[in-house]
């Protein structure tokens, strides 16, 4: 959701957001970060935990780290891939901050609906983002790493970029089943909203 808004609100920008809103994109991650410990503390019954866990805070930290990590990727990405980047903030002032919240309560209603016509087609896209994200990230990674930067004029020009991404992120993805296969004994993919599970 975050990267969308950025690139049809902020395209090519590339310079972080001010120092103030730095610090609530580090709480929003702080929050997500407690709150995944608070959760993973639950599942042993005689430990120390806050609160119990809830899947309503999951999915409000969640699009909340979300928005903070978009906001930190998008920024080096466009830095590294366009030959003329813009040198504005991508979160600009608090009416940026305040859309972005907007449109997280409006999938927090979504998902809390229930509606599995609507939950369906939102687990798609969640599976989708995680890989577009991925995808950034290893993309940015790889025409730095082969000082390829700044080379492109259109988005055409970052098919080469963002399939290497890819490739990297789908890499990425199938390590961590192998992982868990080996250390949990199973592996549960998900495809399409759907869910593989192999078990041993």
Do not use: C
């Not at 970060?33 to 430990?47: I, R, T, V």
């Not at 978009?70 to 080096?76: E, G």
């Not at 995808?135 to 082969?146: D, H, Q």
């Not at 199938?174 to 759907?194: C, K």
């Amino acid at each position: 959701m975050s990267l969308v808004y950025y690139i049809l609100r902020r395209p090519r920008a590339g310079l972080y957001p001010s120092r103030r809103y730095l610090v609530v994109l580090s709480l929003f991650g702080l929050m997500w970060a407690l709150d995944g410990l608070n959760s993973y503390m639950h599942l042993f019954p005689s430990a120390l935990h806050l609160y119990p866990p809830s899947n309503t805070l999951r999915v409000v930290t969640g699009i909340l780290v979300g928005i903070s990590l978009a906001t930190l990727v998008y920024p080096i990405f466009n830095q590294s891939m366009w030959r003329e980047w813009r040198p504005v903030p991508v979160l600009r002032d608090k009416r940026d901050l305040l859309e972005l919240l907007g449109l997280g309560a409006v999938l927090v209603a979504l998902v809390l609906s229930g509606n599995p016509l609507i939950l369906y087609p939102l687990a798609l896209l969640s599976s989708l983002g995680v890989l577009a994200l991925l995808s950034v990230i290893y993309a940015t990674l790889a025409v730095t790493v082969l000082r390829l930067e700044n080379r492109a004029n259109a988005w055409r020009d970052l098919a080469v970029p963002l399939i290497t991404g890819l490739t990297l992120a789908v890499i990425q993805i199938a390590l961590i089943s192998v992982g868990r296969y080996f250390f949990i004994g199973d592996i549960e993919l998900s495809v399409f909203g759907g869910k593989i599970l192999w078990t041993t």
